[in-house]
DNA sequence: CTTATCTACAACCAGATGGTTGTAGATAGG
DNA sequence: CCTATCTACAACCATCTGGTTGTAGATAAG
């Protein structure tokens, strides 16, 4: 299993996270992590807190991290746990491409070693 | 750009839906399209009628389609809205590495025309 | 036909979510 | 020092979400 061990709530808040449009927005502009939160909250037709929020649940799901740079705060992209969700899909694929033949396999593999 | 006019309800709705546990364990469940509603049903703690909402959200959401036999409704993974979020991610990860590359080669091509 | 099973859907409820305003702490600049 | 800016966070509110129960239609089985 490629993507193992991260429990549900970690997921749940991955994939909620990249659920809004302003939050995948807020994604796209902080790749390069040269952007302070009000910076971006200028782009958005929502109050300061709003944006704040939004910021603070991509950071909670460390979709994003944030550096102090004097009195702002710079917004910084993950790019591993973009990835991460990506592997979760790919997992998905897996499953359903194998799960009948996997277990046929284990079941063999009990009595006849590998198969092939 | 790789997922061009995806507006953002349906964009919201696929990453809202996989935001789940239930859900995410469905998906996994129903690659073959073996299990009707209330086979899947019994796999969970909650009542009927919730595991057929969250089919309904995934159904929605094109992650799964269902198809009548006789009286039940069988349910099946459709892998390829599964790779459509998994192209999202990849384009925010475009997006973060090729960001300013990009916008001083548009504004290059503006003159010069296409390179290479 | 009668009954049991599978599905669909409405109504309802508690808690989460996405927005607001307001207050307050830190830091930069005049 | 004083003021403006950036951030943090609490309180509040409307709507959405994930669950419940109950009712009803269709199909399979006896």
């Known amino acids: 299993m490629v993507v193992d061990r991260l429990i549900?709530?970690?997921?749940?808040?991955?994939?909620?996270s990249l659920a809004d449009p302003?939050?995948?927005d807020?994604?796209?502009?902080?790749g390069r992590g040269q952007?302070?939160?009000s910076q971006l909250a200028v782009c958005y037709p929502m109050?300061?807190?709003?944006?704040?929020?939004?910021?603070a649940v991509l950071e909670k799901a460390e979709l994003v991290t944030k550096e102090r740079k004097g009195r702002e705060q710079l917004v910084r992209g993950k790019v591993e746990t973009?990835?991460?969700a990506g592997r979760l899909l790919e997992e998905l694929e897996v499953v359903w491409r194998g799960r009948?033949?996997?277990?046929e396999q284990i079941l063999g593999d009990e009595k006849r070693g590998s198969r092939k």
Do not use: M, N, P, Y
């Open 8 to 16: 549900d709530e970690t997921v749940d808040g991955l994939f909620r």
């Open 22 to 24: 302003t939050r995948r």
């Open 26 to 30: 807020i994604l796209r502009r902080c």
């Open 35 to 37: 952007l302070s939160v």
């Open 47 to 55: 109050s300061f807190a709003a944006v704040q929020k939004h910021v």
């Open 82 to 84: 973009i990835r991460t």
């Open 100 to 103: 009948i033949d996997r277990i």
